[in-house]
């Protein structure tokens, strides 16, 4: 796609959208929240079917463990919510990540992905919401090239440009992937973790103020994110990243972030980016305005009844 219609389809859409979401849910609890405020941002976003995407750390023994716990973890939000009405547009995804650049994983996460996209146009395409490793978005690129013309992606993956290193959980767990959406010419907007969505935390009086209480799904994430963080820092004083949060809301009509027109980077294998400026246009968020956009999340979740 050339770079006319790439910008054309970078501005932020006027009106309901329809959405998709690619989640690695048991990973950690940012993509808890990130699944709840969409579904709570219904008046914007129509949620159209939602993805669980592999991935490996403490938190699974392999890539199909853990797109398999995403999976039933997404059940188990809806349960907390009480709301089942996206059970049967869950899909299970890929069982691996991609070995190189040409070869796609196969699942029904990318067969629906793909034949939904096929419904959709340039003028009106489907929000593609990744915050987990590609490889579900990258296979159905790889199978059908023309999708990239009907759907516009908001990944969160890679590190600031300006971070030390590019080590980033997504695209460090598919790099192959990473390269197919930066590479394939698609509309796509890039949320990286470290130096820019990291701003976006909270801490456990935090949560327990706003949130204790209010629904089952509140304490869940409570209990869930003092835990996490347990595990991740291991002191008394710790802050948490809810990094999944942020591509939802740049669909939304609220004061939320700052984004910027760049050049789309090139993923190397040693996940360092290296630049042409004869690449095609991506978004890049530089800024998150953290306080609106906590109060917006804090105010949705604790409003389910």
Not at 134 to 143: D, G, V, W
Not at 187 to 204: E, M, Y
Not at 260 to 275: A, G, R
Not at 278 to 298: E, P
Request: glycine share 4%; proline share 4%.
């Amino acid at each position: 796609m050339d770079n006319v219609k790439i910008l054309q389809q970078l501005e932020k859409p006027k009106g309901k959208v329809d959405v998709v979401l690619d989640t690695d849910t048991y990973n950690e609890i940012d993509d808890q929240f990130a699944l709840v405020y969409l579904i709570q941002s219904s008046e914007k976003l129509s949620l159209k079917a939602v993805y669980a995407a592999p991935f490996f750390n403490h938190h699974s023994v392999s890539p199909e463990d853990g797109m398999e716990r995403s999976y039933q973890e997404i059940l188990n939000v809806y349960k907390l919510i009480d709301n089942y009405d996206y059970q049967e547009v869950t899909y299970r995804g890929s069982t691996d990540f991609l070995k190189n650049t040409v070869t796609p994983q196969h699942s029904a996460a990318v067969d629906d992905l793909i034949e939904r996209a096929m419904q959709y146009t340039a003028e009106n395409p489907l929000y593609v919401i990744g915050i987990a490793a590609a490889t579900n978005i990258a296979s159905a690129i790889l199978l059908e090239p023309s999708i990239i013309d009907k759907i516009v992606v908001l990944w969160l993956g890679g590190l600031s440009y300006d971070w030390h290193d590019n080590t980033s959980f997504n695209s460090g767990q598919d790099v192959a992937a990473a390269r197919v959406l930066l590479d394939s010419g698609v509309a796509l907007v890039q949320f990286p973790g470290k130096g820019v969505i990291d701003h976006f935390t909270t801490t456990g009086p935090e949560l327990e103020y706003w949130l204790k209480g209010k629904n089952d799904f509140c304490d869940y994430m409570i209990s869930k994110t003092a835990e996490e963080a347990r595990i991740t820092y291991g002191g008394k004083v710790w802050s948490r990243a809810i990094w999944d949060v942020v591509p939802v809301a740049w669909l939304l009509d609220g004061d939320f972030m700052l984004d910027k027109l760049v050049t789309s980077p090139i993923m190397q294998d040693n996940h360092y980016y290296s630049y042409d400026p004869r690449r095609h246009f991506i978004k890049y968020v530089y800024n998150v305005k953290r306080d609106n956009l906590m109060q917006d999340l804090f105010d949705k979740i604790s409003n389910i009844s």
